[in-house]
């Protein structure tokens, strides 16, 4: 198993790629139009356990279309070690799904047996960057892949003396991790604590960003009378994303896998499929922003 999946691409050497992810009631649209779709993201967890029948489905899947595997349970952001049980379940459906890539969350999500039902920002110390380390050495050693590594939307703001783009960057070069960089979740966290968007962005280093995923969110009641963005993946991706995006793809040297994720409230899929248009289009106008800057510096 390592040795295959030791052929898991980690940073693309193609064109840029933009598609969506794999969900039940989204399957008859998205069979139908592989045309529009040139990537599909399952979640591992959907074929777990490893049972012959959900990899049967895995296998007929993969050979019409190529699939990323996403993980959301491994925990990799803690200091408890990933379980070895749990990777190994992970292992079995990447060898069968074999993905252009796998993905996990830089999340917290048990102690000692313990799930916490969700995904969390852990404390942003040097102690959970050691954590997410190890377990992202951990992970790669079993797996026979190093995986990227997503930042997660948080409604509270972790403690500790590091800002999400020092830990994120952190955990990047002590791992060799690439980043699935989701833009709503980075969008989300910078109007929840008073931040600009892109000036997060601007301290992500470009080179390690590999992945993007785009989502849509609505405004909820805060403290305070202030209002914040709860990631639910329920709605339309806004105008800022796509601009994000742009600013990614301009800044980005290597082409990007572009993931559409829509959780529930689904809507009519030519909305789904135009709001991959919308986002080949900001990728088309970064990439000839990108292109223009290099002009003006040479």
């Known amino acids: 198993m390592v040795a295959r999946l030791r052929r898991v691409w980690r940073m693309s050497t193609g064109a840029d790629r933009v598609g969506i992810g794999w969900r039940p009631e989204l399957a008859a649209g998205i069979l139908a139009h592989l045309d529009a779709i040139e990537v599909v993201e ?10 012959p029948r959900r990899l049967r489905a895995l296998e007929t899947l993969r050979a019409q279309v190529p699939v990323i595997v996403h993980g959301v349970s491994l925990g990799l952001a803690s200091a408890s070690p990933v379980d070895d049980a749990r990777l190994a379940q992970l292992a079995r459906v990447v060898d069968v799904a074999a993905p252009l890539f796998w993905s996990e969350h830089l999340a917290f999500v048990r102690s000692e047996g313990v799930e916490i039902g969700h995904l969390a920002a852990p404390p942003r110390t040097a102690a959970t960057v050691a954590g997410a380390v190890a377990n992202l050495e951990r992970a ?11 930042n997660i939307a948080t409604l509270v703001e972790p403690p500790g003396p590091l800002d999400e783009p020092s830990w994120i960057a952190a955990i990047l070069d002590g791992s060799g991790a690439d980043l699935l960089l989701d ?15 892109r000036a997060l962005l601007a301290r992500l280093a ?24 709860l990631d639910d993946h329920l709605h339309e991706v806004p105008a800022m994303v796509y601009d994000l995006l742009a600013e990614v793809a301009a800044l980005a040297p290597h082409p990007l896998t572009v993931i ?13 499929l135009a709001e991959l248009e919308r986002a080949r289009a900001a990728l088309a106008s970064g990439r000839a922003r990108g292109a223009a800057r290099q002009r003006v510096l040479a």
């Open 42 to 51: 399952v979640m591992a967890e959907d074929f777990m356990p490893a049972v």
């Open 140 to 150: 790669t050693r079993l797996m026979g892949a190093r995986p990227l590594v997503e």
């Open 183 to 197: 833009l709503h979740n980075l969008y989300a966290n910078a109007v929840n604590f008073g931040s600009d968007p």
């Open 206 to 229: 470009p080179s390690r960003i590999a992945a993007i995923h785009l989502a849509g969110g609505k405004l909820i009641a805060g403290p305070g009378g202030r209002r914040r963005v």
């Open 260 to 272: 559409l994720e829509r959780d529930g409230n689904y809507p009519a899929f030519p909305i789904l």
